[in-house]
């Protein structure tokens, strides 16, 4: 197959000598793939307006000698203006793609992975809630969808059953173990400590609809505390930090 048409949300691009960029496709047909956007200073605008980060588009490739694949072709289907227009809802698309990406696999269909970021986006674009509310539903949502759900009902070491005790007694998260561990297993220093009313709102935020977020209210110390236990749980499974964290830091 010489030529082949997908679709396709650009997570990145970086430059390629002079006027070429290598862009990072997420595509809906097949996984992650790089392409090469040829340019000429001329053309540098029309070419590249279409082939920005944050955008979903169609693409005609042409695979080349060496599995190089060059875009020939491009529509604009979703371009965000939205998100574009706003510098807090970049840095947070930045943030989806950023993670969503290392969960692709090279030239392989990950359609409930492509229709969880594309949902994502939609909704960022005319969300009006807290958006670290969305942060924490996307990541239960993303949980699911790449099968690795933090362990919350049992402790992950012993097996205890959280939910048979009879006192509303907490338990701590690991990230390392993948979930919570009850009061003896852990050391209760490095861990946190988690009460079974996290365990039933993070839940909520995992089967939910986002369009059921935005009236949605949950305190702010909640909302850190969750994010301090889902952001590390995440880095354990991708081995590496979030970059794009840093920069929704320096917003705020
Ligand atoms: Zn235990």
């Given at each position: 197959m010489k030529y082949e048409k997908v679709e396709a949300i650009v997570a990145k691009h970086y430059p390629l000598g002079e006027t070429s960029n290598i862009l990072v496709l997420l595509t809906k047909e097949r996984g992650k793939l790089k392409a090469v956007?040829?340019?000429?200073?001329?053309?540098?605008?029309?070419?590249?307006?279409?082939t920005q980060p944050v955008t979903y588009s169609e693409f005609v490739l042409y695979n080349g000698?060496?599995?190089?694949?060059?875009?020939t072709q491009y529509?604009?289907?979703?371009?965000?203006m939205k998100i574009k227009s706003d510098l807090v809802k970049t840095a947070w698309a930045l943030f989806y793609l950023e993670v969503?990406?290392?969960?692709?696999?090279?030239?392989?269909e990950n359609r409930p992975l492509f229709d969880l970021l594309y949902q994502?986006?939609?909704?960022?674009?005319?969300?009006?809630?807290?958006?670290?509310?969305?942060e924490i539903s996307f990541l239960m949502h993303l949980?699911?969808?790449?099968?690795?759900?933090?362990?919350?009902?049992?402790?992950?070491?012993?097996?205890?059953?959280?939910?048979?005790?009879?006192?509303?007694e907490a338990f701590y998260f690991s990230a390392k173990k993948g979930g919570v561990l009850c009061p003896d297993?852990?050391?209760?220093?490095l861990d946190e400590k988690i009460y079974l009313g996290d365990v039933k709102m993070l839940s909520a935020l995992r089967d939910w609809d986002y369009k059921d977020l935005e009236r949605l209210k949950i305190p702010e110390k909640n909302i850190r505390f969750y994010e301090s236990i889902l952001i590390p749980?995440?880095?354990?499974?991708?081995?590496?930090k979030i970059k794009s964290i840093d920069f929704i830091k320096k917003l705020n």
């Open positions: 956007a040829k340019g000429n200073k001329k053309l540098k605008n029309a070419l590249f307006g279409g000698k060496g599995g190089l694949k060059t875009i529509k604009a289907i979703d371009p965000f969503c990406q290392d969960f692709f696999q090279q030239e392989e994502t986006l939609r909704f960022l674009e005319q969300y009006e809630g807290d958006m670290r509310v969305l949980f699911s969808v790449i099968g690795y759900m933090p362990e919350m009902n049992f402790c992950s070491n012993c097996k205890k059953d959280w939910k048979a005790q009879k006192t509303e297993c852990s050391d209760g220093i749980f995440l880095e354990y499974y991708m081995e590496r």
